[in-house]
């Protein structure tokens, strides 16, 4: 009872400081957000939805599409637009719950540029199945800079954290971890993550996930997963959300820290998390808004797990063919060498954990099949803790101390 008691506070806290910070974003300048804005346009950023950085292949596309739709949000929660926005009253409880947008088109870059030029035959969407945490985070960052601007600071941020991380595994655990990390994150193009708000927060959570982890001495992890669930929920539009999960509990098994049932259960806290912040929305928003979310997410829930014209197969294949495996073979061939050299009999147990952590987005993509066939080509960065996880199970079968890249005993 009194696990369930300190799950139940944690989580309240957590649902209380999503509407705060709801609520707080509108104290952000209008007229700066709206400037800013304008500058971004007049910079020619958001200029189109699908945009390739310099290989014209789906891993390399910028989501342009997204970030339009978010910074889109963004302005409907300024005052000058509560004109536009029906059927539903204008109040910033309203706003903050149903996150409208307006539409015109499909192109939401385009959809952008209207509203900018002060487009006024625009229809009101309602995206309020998500928390949209990312859309409050960029009404309070555009009050300062435009999002051109913005990009770089998402870069040097993410640098900087994927440093601190590879620095801190390579202390506490093994040079040997740390290669293995940057690997897997390289794998999936990760500097393509860095540059869009729709895909920073996964990755910032795996970082953060990464090292609250590996700083964390005493106690149960399940607190940790359990927030990070919630805090994948709140900032994520179903990107990448398992890597927030897979990452930082991978890091855990080779850690040392998952060395018994109890510990490795206690990863599952994450499913708790993030599958209550889904609903808590839902239940909010219907009770107390004009508008029945509850309904709107399950319809939407039924429709992305089913298949068209493909096989649920055919939804993880899609993902997997994203991935340049060979590096992720030669990477395993050189870790068998070591382990027939110097092999570690205790790691047998983490490395089955680390293969079964290695599969869950196989899971993941076969149960939310449409979506992950649809949007195979942002979907499949959570194949990161499939690399990684195929890895480190090689690896923990090695005697990392005879090797002498190790920090601590595994085992």
């Given at each position: 009872m009194r696990t369930i008691g300190r799950y139940t506070a944690v989580f309240v806290g957590l649902i209380v400081l999503y509407l705060l910070f709801g609520l707080v974003s509108g104290l952000a300048s209008d007229s700066a957000v709206e400037r800013h804005v304008k500058r971004t346009i007049d910079k020619t950023d958001l200029e189109a939805d699908s945009w390739s950085s310099f290989v014209h292949k789906p891993n390399y596309y910028v989501d342009n599409f997204t970030d339009a739709l978010i910074v889109n949000q963004v302005l409907c929660q300024t005052d000058d637009y509560d004109h536009l926005i029906q059927p539903y009253p204008n109040t910033r409880w309203n706003k903050i719950m149903l996150v409208p947008r307006l539409h015109a088109g499909d192109e939401q870059c385009g959809n952008l540029h209207r509203m900018v030029d002060g487009d006024t035959g625009m229809k009101a969407i309602y995206y309020a199945r998500y928390w949209h945490g990312s859309t409050f985070l960029m009404r309070i960052l555009l009050a300062f800079k435009d999002y051109v601007v913005l990009r770089t600071f998402f870069y040097l941020l993410s640098s900087l954290l994927m440093l601190w991380v590879v620095l801190a595994l390579a202390k506490r655990i093994g040079v040997w971890v740390a290669v293995v990390y940057g690997i897997s994150l390289t794998l999936v193009d990760v500097f393509m993550m860095q540059f869009s708000i729709q895909f920073l927060p996964v990755l910032i959570l795996s970082l953060a996930g990464t090292l609250w982890v590996i700083k964390r001495e005493e106690g149960s992890l399940g607190i940790p997963f359990f927030v990070l669930?919630?805090?994948?929920?709140?900032?994520?539009?179903?990107?990448?959300?398992?890597?927030?999960?897979?990452?930082?509990?991978?890091?855990?098994?080779?850690?040392?820290?998952?060395?018994?049932?109890?510990?490795?259960?206690?990863?599952?806290?994450?499913?708790?998390?993030?599958?209550?912040?889904?609903?808590?929305?839902?239940?909010?928003?219907?009770?107390?808004?004009?508008?029945?979310?509850?309904?709107?997410?399950?319809?939407?829930?039924?429709?992305?797990?089913?298949?068209?014209?493909?096989?649920?197969?055919?939804?993880?294949?899609?993902?997997?063919?994203?991935?340049?495996w060979l590096y992720v073979v030669i990477a395993i061939i050189v870790l068998a060498v070591l382990a027939y050299r110097h092999f570690n009999a205790k790691g047998w147990r983490n490395a089955l954990f680390c293969l079964a952590v290695a599969l869950a987005p196989l899971a993941w993509y076969m149960t939310i099949a449409n979506h992950s066939y649809q949007h195979f080509w942002f979907t499949y960065r959570s194949l990161a803790m499939t690399a990684m996880g195929l890895m480190l199970a090689v690896g923990t079968l090695v005697d990392w101390q005879k090797v002498g890249l190790l920090r601590r005993p595994n085992g």
């Open positions: 669930g919630s805090l994948t929920t709140y900032f994520d539009l179903l990107t990448a959300p398992l890597m927030t999960w897979g990452i930082p509990l991978l890091v855990a098994i080779v850690a040392g820290k998952m060395n018994d049932w109890k510990s490795r259960l206690s990863s599952a806290t994450w499913f708790v998390g993030y599958g209550a912040t889904w609903v808590s929305k839902w239940v909010i928003a219907t009770l107390t808004t004009p508008l029945n979310v509850f309904s709107d997410a399950s319809r939407q829930a039924s429709y992305r797990s089913t298949v068209e014209d493909y096989s649920r197969w055919d939804a993880a294949v899609r993902n997997i063919d994203l991935v340049p």
